[in-house]
């Protein structure tokens, strides 16, 4: 009787370490997540500012 019980809490504890690992995984792919939609509006407001420096430098070319 002692084995049955030894393997029925030896999987529960694998089951809760899976649980907790689990958990930490998908805790860590919402920060990475957050991570890269931050970094694309970030890229995204330089590419704007980028193309608005242009278009200034293009004017000011025009001009000369």
Same mark, same amino acid.
């Given at each position: 009787?002692?084995?049955?019980? &030894? *393997?029925?809490?030896? %999987?529960?504890? %694998? +089951? !809760?370490? /899976? @649980?907790?690992? $689990?958990?930490?995984? &998908? /805790?860590? @792919?919402?920060? +990475? %997540? =957050?991570?890269? !939609?931050? #970094? *694309? =509006?970030?890229? #995204? =407001? $330089? $590419?704007?500012? +980028?193309?608005?420096?242009? $278009? #200034?430098?293009?004017? @000011?070319?025009? !001009? +000369?």
């Amino acid at each position: 009787m002692f084995w049955p019980m &030894f *393997a029925v809490a030896v %999987g529960f504890v %694998g +089951l !809760t370490v /899976l @649980a907790v690992f $689990a958990v930490r995984v &998908f /805790l860590e @792919a919402q920060r +990475l %997540g =957050r991570q890269v !939609t931050e #970094s *694309a =509006r970030r890229i #995204s =407001r $330089a $590419a704007e500012e +980028l193309e608005r420096a242009s $278009a #200034s430098a293009a004017r @000011a070319v025009d !001009t +000369l």
